[in-house]
Nanobody, 126 residues
Framework: QVQLVESGGGLVQAGGSLRLSCTAS????????MAWFRQAPGNEREFVAG????????TYAGSVKGRFTISRDKDENTVFLQMNSLEPADTAVYYC???????????????????WGKGTSVTVSS
C-alpha cells in the first residue's frame, strides 16, 4: 500500500523558515515526479513546487519563486521543501504528491493524479 507522510509544518513568524519533508513508501518511485501543493481555507488547492524524477529540474509557482527550494532524495523516496522568508499568505495545509506526470501537467489547475499525502499545516503569523 502506497503511503506518503508529510512532516515539518508548524507555526512561524513572518520572515521565518520551515522545512517540509515527505517520504513515500509502498512501491518504487524512481520514475515519478514529486511535488508540493497547498490549500488555504476557502481556496482551491494550488501547485507550489515540483521536481522531475531525476531530481535535477525544479519548477516553482511564481508566488514562491526565490523563497522556496524543492529537492529530493531518490534513495529515500523523500522530497523536501525549504521555505524561507515566509509570509502570512503562505499559511495553508501543504500536501505532497507523487505521480508519473510531467511537471507542466502537475502545475495546471485541477490536477489530481498519482498519490497524495494527508497534509501538514503551516501557519505564518504577522
Amino acid at each position: 500500500q502506497v503511503q506518503l507522510v508529510e512532516s515539518g509544518g508548524g507555526l512561524v513568524q513572518a520572515g521565518g523558515s520551515l522545512r517540509l519533508s515527505c517520504t513515500a513508501s509502498g512501491r518504487t518511485f524512481s520514475t515519478h515526479a514529486m511535488a508540493w501543493f497547498r490549500q488555504a481555507p476557502g481556496n482551491e488547492r494550488e501547485f507550489v513546487a515540483g521536481i522531475n524524477w531525476r531530481g535535477d529540474i525544479p519548477t516553482y509557482a511564481g508566488s514562491v519563486k526565490g523563497r522556496f527550494t524543492i529537492s529530493r532524495d531518490k534513495d529515500e523516496n523523500t522530497v523536501f521543501l525549504q521555505m524561507n522568508s515566509l509570509e502570512p499568505a503562505d499559511t495553508a495545509v501543504y500536501y505532497c504528491n507523487v505521480a508519473q506526470a510531467p511537471i507542466t501537467l502537475m502545475s495546471q489547475n485541477g490536477y489530481d493524479r498519482g498519490y497524495w499525502g494527508k497534509g501538514t499545516s503551516v501557519t505564518v503569523s504577522s
